[in-house]
């Protein structure tokens, strides 16, 4: 008899508590709906962020690539100056010695820039000293140094825009709300451009005019 009694008793007892449990779905699902959709705008902040950093990374990599085909250049295109204006050796010391210290330069990319800018200054006056020999505009290595430099210039200036794209991309992000306070809690840091000149001057190109 109390067997028979406790059965219909239990399930009465399990009939509530699945009541109850239903009541507080409505509840759980308001408090854990909103911590669900914060976590993940929280998460997706943070992967932003470290993408724009990784971005910014692999974007000075770039550079790094072509600023080491710049330096294996310009030893053979000092060697061939020297052939022809030995006496110039005053131009040709300052261009290696500000190549030697760019190539040492491993500081932030705006020191770098410092540096790159010198050996950018020191090759711009020697070609000015290059314009006084007309045989050696006219030897063939040194057309081909020229060639294959203009070609790095380029391929240098290309990567130093994308990088600072990159970077602009970044900073944007570190100090724009609300993902400046993820980057401050986490400590991602904004990054610096690398601003540098071109080695070689562009000439305009000639203007004709008709007849009046």
């Not at 190549?99 to 070609?127: C, H, I, M, Y």
């Not at 050696?136 to 060639?147: E, G, M, P, Y």
């Not at 992000?173 to 001057?201: D, K, V, W, Y």
Request: aromatic share 8%; proline share 5%.
């Amino acid at each position: 008899m109390s067997e028979t009694v406790a059965a219909p008793a239990a399930c009465v007892a399990v009939v509530m508590a699945q009541a109850e449990f239903a009541a507080l779905l409505p509840f759980c699902a308001c408090v854990l709906a909103p911590l669900v959709i914060l976590l993940v705008v929280v998460v997706g902040m943070y992967n932003s962020l470290v993408s724009g950093r990784n971005h910014v990374r692999e974007s000075w990599a770039g550079i790094d690539t072509e600023l080491k085909r710049r330096y294996d250049l310009i030893p053979n295109l000092v060697e061939t100056v020297k052939g022809y204006a030995a006496h110039e050796r005053s131009v040709l010391e300052r261009v290696t010695e500000a190549r030697t210290r760019a190539v040492a330069s491993t500081g932030s990319p705006a020191s770098q820039a410092r540096d790159e800018n010198a050996l950018v200054g020191a090759l711009k006056q020697l070609f000015a000293v290059v314009e006084g020999y007309p045989d050696l505009k006219a030897s063939q290595n040194f057309l081909l140094l020229q060639k294959q430099l203009a070609e790095t210039e380029d391929r240098i200036q290309a990567a130093r825009r994308f990088y600072n794209a990159n970077v602009r991309q970044y900073n944007n992000r570190c100090e724009m709300f609300p993902t400046n306070i993820m980057a401050g809690l986490f400590h991602f840091e904004a990054a610096e451009f690398f601003e540098i000149e071109s080695a070689l001057q562009r000439a305009a190109p000639p203007v004709e005019f008709g007849p009046q």
